[in-house]
């Protein structure tokens, strides 16, 4: 059974930011401290939080997502090229899964 395009790319990007890391001012996490913040429940899958965003902002596409720690809390940065041309940066709650910032780019 072929898997769903938006686990692939979930998947696909959860490989690129274990690869690139995170951006200098954010603390580097590997594979294994995210398995285990997920276990654990102190974050929520990448995949859990792109079909949360897609329900509730259709289209666009997603061109980054990247974890990182910001001001004592794990936070998904998502960028996605909106369908107006503009790109967009979603900052998710990686807890709560809630939308803590949105930037036009």
Do not use: C, N
């Amino acid at each position: 059974m072929p898997s769903h395009p938006h686990r692939r790319a979930a998947l696909s990007l959860l490989a690129a930011l274990l690869a690139h890391g995170t951006p200098a001012s954010a603390e580097k996490r590997d594979y294994a401290d995210i398995r285990r913040l997920q276990s654990s429940g102190e974050i929520l899958s990448l995949e859990t939080i792109i079909a949360r965003h897609r329900r509730q902002h259709p289209g666009g596409q997603l061109l980054e997502a990247e974890l990182e720690q910001e001001r004592g809390r794990y936070v998904y940065d998502l960028k996605i090229l909106d369908d107006d041309g503009v790109v967009r940066e979603f900052e998710y709650d990686a807890r709560s899964g809630e939308l803590w910032s949105l930037e036009r780019k």
